[in-house]
């Protein structure tokens, strides 16, 4: 009867331990089929955005998956929204895990920039009008840390020597935590720029 008992508890806990440990295995996606995921673009939902050449693609399509609602309200929201006539400021998607801030500046000389990262948000940055110069470079081959990681404003900065891509108008660019970047440089001419970052929390 002990035998049976001391039997049959064992096969609950390794059933238990089985179905938990399922989700963080569902989290692994192989290169290959990220990319193939990727190169439908189905997740797009619509939005008339071209996606950059330097995202991430495992990493967007693990993230894709861990929070599907968060990044499915995003593409929609700039699908849903005329993102030529959109005015400036922020606007509320989902609370505090997704929403987004519409800019309409000048670009900025390099040596008015500078790196920065982030922990809890991945940055969807979307270049509306105008063109821009962005870096980026893996947080962990960053040449110094010149402020720690603050994280009431979720950012910290550094010196790199980056790898820089000029944003075109209808294109978008993601920086995931562990991805320093550089934004609002001037590809010449310091002219204005619409762009919408969207903050989406990011999964650990």
Not at 42 to 71: C, D, M, V
Not at 90 to 117: H, L, M, Q, R
């Amino acid at each position: 009867m002990k035998k049976a008992m001391v039997l049959s508890f064992l096969l609950v806990l390794v059933s238990f331990l089985s179905v938990n440990a399922q989700p963080a295995a569902d989290s692994t996606i192989s290169k290959s089929k990220a990319a193939k995921w990727f190169k439908k673009k189905e997740w797009l939902n619509g939005a008339p955005l071209k996606p950059h050449k330097s995202i991430n693609q495992q990493e967007f399509a693990r993230q894709y998956r861990i929070n599907k609602t968060y990044w499915d309200k995003a593409f929609a929201w700039l699908k849903e929204n005329n993102l030529q006539t959109i005015a400036k400021g922020k606007y509320p998607i989902d609370g505090d895990n997704v929403f987004a801030s519409v800019t309409e500046d000048p670009s900025k000389d390099f040596d008015k920039t500078g790196w920065e990262s982030h922990k809890k948000y991945i940055d969807l940055q979307c270049v509306i009008t105008g063109d821009e110069k962005m870096g980026k470079w893996p947080v962990a081959e960053v040449t110094s840390v010149t402020k720690p990681y603050d994280e009431t404003k979720d950012v910290a900065n550094y010196t790199a020597p980056g790898k820089f891509y000029v944003i075109p108008a209808g294109t978008f660019i993601i920086f995931f935590p562990g991805e320093a970047h550089r934004p609002n440089i001037t590809p010449g001419g310091n002219k204005v720029v619409k762009k919408i970052v969207i903050k989406i929390r990011a999964a650990s």
